[in-house]
């Protein structure tokens, strides 16, 4: 039998419950530039409160650094008018720039402006600045998800602004090594799944907490397929493992239960669930989430969604249907 990605997206859809996150960022959307820029401040200090994010280092700020300092050169008007450009995402030399960053390149650039607003060296939200209603219905939308959630969403916001430059080749000078995020927990082997025991289930999980890209990507057919939480699925080694070491590095993942379901001709469909932390908030932040994995019969990974979990309750939801 032959799959396709088409197929594999839908195993377990029975068991989908759509995530408040999507509905969040939608009411993000809608608000004005300069609510956009307010909800974002209010929301992060709101958090922090809580839960902030570990310093970037040192190496992911360079990355980040000629526009940093572009940005602190500049008149308070200047800086303004450059956080407005990035959350309206048009087409300006800063805004190409930010959008060849990595995603935690992104982060880590966000994170820094954050710092020197809060010393004061970077313009805060515009003087005069009222909030509007509708700030304050996506804040209280904010305010109802778990902090797994919330950090989804201001990390989704934050990846989506400056120019969108998939359509267009980075130049040389542009395509920077990705550098890694040092693990501060000792890697966790032997991973034990109850109800799993699907042998490219467990490696993938051993194999994602060591960083070990290549043994992860050595499970998948040649034309295997990851699809990420809200994502598209990427498809072949290539672009899994270029998504790899810009996206996956020092994530914790910590799958609990799962189901696996063996079809007639010898292909496994499996559920797992279980919780995974970002290496931006450690242990202080878990995000609910499922793998839905196919496995061909020669037990090769073909296709494998992350979907973020709606509520705690679903970490138990293993119904086919
Ligand atoms: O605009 O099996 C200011 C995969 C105000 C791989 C600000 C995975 C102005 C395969 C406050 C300065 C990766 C898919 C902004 C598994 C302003 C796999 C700053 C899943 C923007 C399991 C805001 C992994 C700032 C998952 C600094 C689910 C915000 C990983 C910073 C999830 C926000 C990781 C940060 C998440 C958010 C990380 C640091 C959700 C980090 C979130």
Redesign the pocket.
């Known amino acids: 039998m032959t799959y396709t990605i088409e197929s594999a997206q839908n195993i377990f859809s029975g068991t989908q419950i759509p995530s408040p996150i999507p509905a969040t960022i939608a009411l993000f959307d809608q608000l004005s530039v300069d609510d956009?820029?307010?909800y974002?401040?209010y929301?992060?200090?709101e958090m922090g409160r809580t839960i902030t994010?570990a310093a970037p280092g040192a190496a992911r700020l360079q990355l980040a650094e000629g526009l940093l300092t572009q940005i602190k050169q500049m008149s308070p008007e200047e800086q303004t008018k450059v956080?407005r450009d990035?959350?309206n995402r048009i087409d300006t030399p800063i805004n190409r720039s930010y959008g060849f960053f990595s995603v935690?390149t992104k982060?880590?650039f966000?994170?820094e402006?954050?710092e020197l607003?809060k010393q004061g060296i970077v313009a805060p939200?515009p003087t005069g600045y009222q909030m509007s209603p509708g700030v304050k219905v996506v804040l209280e939308a904010t305010q109802k998800l778990d902090p797994?959630q919330q950090?989804?969403v201001?990390?989704?916001?934050?990846v989506d602004?400056g120019f969108d430059t998939s359509d267009l080749t980075p130049s040389s000078s542009r395509k920077s090594v990705e550098p890694v995020f040092e693990r501060t927990e000792p890697v966790t082997t032997n991973v034990k799944i109850e109800g799993i025991d699907e042998p490219a289930v467990l490696q993938?999980?051993e194999a994602?907490n060591a960083d070990n890209f290549a043994a992860a990507i050595a499970l998948f057919t040649a034309d295997g397929a990851?699809?990420?939480?809200f994502?598209k699925p990427i498809v072949g080694h290539e672009a899994i493992a270029k998504?790899?070491r810009e996206?996956?590095q020092g994530?914790n993942?910590m799958p609990k239960q799962g189901i696996c379901e063996v079809q007639p001709d010898g292909s496994k469909q499996v559920k797992v669930t279980g919780v995974?932390q970002?290496p931006?908030?450690g242990v202080n932040?878990g995000?609910n989430?499922a793998?839905r994995f196919l496995i061909n019969p020669q037990g090769k990974i073909f296709f494998?969604a992350?979907d973020?979990l709606a509520s705690p309750q679903e970490l138990l939801n293993l119904r086919r249907m």
């Open positions: 956009r820029l307010a974002l401040w929301a992060y200090t994010p956080m990035l959350a935690n982060l880590a966000w994170y402006l954050g607003m939200i797994g950090i989804t201001l990390r989704n916001t934050v602004m993938y999980v994602m990851l699809q990420p939480p994502q998504y790899m996206e996956a994530l993942m995974v970002t931006w908030f932040v995000m989430i793998w494998v992350i973020m």
